[in-house]
């Protein structure tokens, strides 16, 4: 089957990609859809180590094409939505309603795949990039059949980081000021998410002043074009003269981080969720601290897939969380190179490959 495959040098559509049987506790999904995140791109560009040759992409929807005998969570037919925890969904952190804790999920690396008959790694616990995948029973969230996959399939990240800091790590409530740095996919999200829980002013910083338009769709009251020649901490106290509530780094960068922490008021805190290099080291001046600030790290949105995936699906289906309006561009998985080239270039919110034929 096809699948695109990292070696290392180059991301590559293969058509020698093999899955495994599966085994207990597991499903195999017949991928529809599969949005292109910055995470595979810093796979790529080595922000993100990661072992080779790989099968890539993590933000996945599909059909279930069958289970192991001992899954009753979902069917043969089912459609479904990917999740990257792969949480064994027995331990004290998943018995608790905090799956991202659950240490099963962390640093696992299988061997899923086979390409050209060389086993090969599976990326984020899904690997999407490809036409049929195996996951665990935990990371395969039902959905009703009347949902675009090309919409549903970025819920399984983009949708539950962004959202789902604001909803389950900041718990962001009515009338809190926030700043949200960098305006992609994350951002985008955590812009509605932020919209969706009443945050007011709602400021998004951006580089690129196309990008005002979408964050004003998505839920945004102020935008600011950042760059050389601005001084961000003052731009934004032109709006909010004594600093934010919140502010959201969604582009992983130590630099602006530090400047975050700038733009907080007093019992302020910073939400990183952007992903800067392994093992960058982040400074601030400590005595601005002091007021109660804090510095908050989230992974994956602090997310209950199995319970936030379907909050996201109805939200969706009320009319009250965009997922059609994520999607700039479907490229079949042929045209994965074209689709990182827009990505990079600054064209897409989310571009999604489609696998089905």
């Known amino acids: 089957m096809k699948g695109i495959v990292w070696d290392g040098n180059e991301a590559a559509l293969r058509d020698d990609v093999e899955v495994r049987d599966l085994r207990a506790g597991e499903v195999r999904v017949r991928l529809a859809a599969a949005g292109l995140c910055h995470s595979d791109v810093s796979v790529l560009d080595g922000t993100i180590m990661f072992p080779t040759p790989a099968v890539l992409g993590h933000e996945g929807a599909g059909v279930v094409e069958a289970v192991a005998d001992d899954v009753t969570s979902v069917k043969a037919g089912d459609h479904v939505v990917l999740t990257t925890l792969g949480n064994c969904g027995t331990c004290a952190a998943c018995a608790r309603g905090k799956p991202t804790f659950c240490r099963t999920s962390i640093g696992k690396l299988s061997r899923t795949f086979t390409v050209g008959g060389e086993k090969a790694f599976q990326?984020?616990?899904?690997?999407?990039?490809?036409?049929?995948?195996?996951?665990?029973?935990?990371?395969?969230?039902?959905?009703?059949?009347?949902?675009?996959?090309?919409?549903?399939?970025?819920?399984g990240c983009g949708v539950l980081t962004g959202v789902g800091a604001v909803f389950n790590r900041a718990r962001v409530t009515h009338g809190e000021s926030a700043v949200v740095i960098g305006v992609g996919g994350i951002g985008l999200n955590v812009i509605q998410g932020l919209a969706l829980s009443d945050s007011l002013p709602i400021i998004a910083v951006d580089t690129n002043p196309a990008k005002e338009a979408v964050a004003r769709q998505f839920g945004a009251t102020h935008f600011i074009t950042a760059g050389p020649d601005v001084d961000l901490v003052e731009a934004v106290k032109e709006i909010s003269p004594f600093g934010v509530d919140w502010v959201f780094e969604c582009v992983g960068s130590t630099q602006l981080i530090r400047t975050a922490t700038d733009l907080l008021d007093f019992g302020g805190s910073v939400v990183m969720l952007g992903v800067p290099r392994m093992g960058t080291e982040a400074s601030f001046v400590v005595n601005t601290m002091y007021n109660d600030k804090a510095l908050m790290g989230c992974r994956y949105g602090s997310a209950r897939p199995a319970h936030d995936i379907p909050l996201m699906i109805d939200l969706y289906r009320a009319g009250r969380l965009k997922l059609d309006?994520?999607?700039?561009?479907?490229?079949?998985?042929?045209?994965?190179?074209?689709?990182?080239?827009?990505?990079?270039?600054g064209k897409l919110a989310r571009g999604v490959l489609t696998l089905d034929g």
């Open 325 to 345: 309006e994520l999607v700039t561009a479907t490229y079949p998985i042929e045209a994965f190179d074209t689709a990182l080239g827009e990505l990079h270039e």
């Open 123 to 155: 990326f984020a616990n899904t690997s999407v990039f490809v036409e049929s995948t195996v996951v665990k029973a935990t990371s395969a969230i039902p959905i009703p059949d009347d949902v675009p996959l090309t919409s549903a399939c970025l819920i």
